[in-house]
């Protein structure tokens, strides 16, 4: 089982990355917030992989999908309206784009938009989503390459209107070690 | 030679890039357009406005208010009949009547007896 001091290490390093993550693939921030304990139960639960480093993030995000996965299959087997606020009902740009946003990410393919997900909301390396999501680093490049093309078509016009803002404050990527 | 502009990808990640290919790309202007796109919609994914229960749709907060309001009424509706209910137990609880009457003939004492 992780120790108690690596746990709390994990917690400070990762969380906010976990609940934005979960917060985009399920949309709703209580939820990610839960899910984001859960990953952290499993956590204590299991032995910390002897690696360090790229391999820690991917293993602790491979157990964050398969949290977020359980999640899905079980919102499935209790169908719910769709919380999230349809463009048409946004109130301003901003809450057109995240509305438009979420459709948008729904409509990808799954390992599409965790990939996407992962590199653009949690900050993850290449090589650390490939661990995460069992693929190689040319098979996330090409998947988050493909997912930015498919966003960028479906979201043509709140692209276009948001062009038109200022644009900014964005997280660049963790430089390369 | 792949008009993808993967390369945009590759820059916008922080990862090794050809810095002869993205000269290329930026020298399109699809490509130019791609790298401001990607940066807009990398922007707006990571805005902090994910949508959250209390800001669920008119309908939803209206059904909510409908069983806020039913719960209400039971909640009355169940005090009410508690409270009936006390006050019935109560009255059985008033003291019985008199089973045996004593008579006291009292009379005030005199001024001499008063020290």
Known sequence: MTSGADAASLFALYHDRLVRYFSRATGEREVARDLTQEVFLRVSRTALPAAQGNQLAGWLFKIARNVALDHHRQRRRRPEADLAVAPEQAADGGQQMAAALAQALAALNGLDRDVFLLREVSGLSREEIAIACDLTPDAVRS??????????????????????????????PKPRL | MTTD????????????????ALDQALADPD????????????????????????ERPAAR???????????????????????????????????????????????PASDEGAR
């Open chain 1, 143 to 172: 998947r988050i390459h493909r997912a930015r093309l498919e966003l960028r078509a479906l979201l043509a016009s709140p692209i276009e209107m948001a062009r038109r803002q200022p644009i900014g404050p964005v997280r660049p």
């Open chain 2, 61 to 107: 907060r209206h059904r909510s208010l409908l069983w806020v309001a039913a719960a209400a009424l039971v909640a009355l509706a169940g005090g009410y009949q508690l409270g009936y209910y006390r006050q019935e137990g109560r009255a059985s609880l008033s003291p019985p009547s008199a089973s045996r009457v004593v008579t006291v003939d009292w009379q």
């Open chain 2, 5 to 20: 502009y993967d390369v945009v990808s590759d820059f916008l990640d922080g990862e090794p890039f050809d810095a002869a």
């Open chain 2, 31 to 54: 490509g130019r357009r791609l790298l401001i796109d990607s940066v807009v919609l990398r922007h707006a994914v990571q805005a902090d406005d994910t949508i959250t229960a209390s």
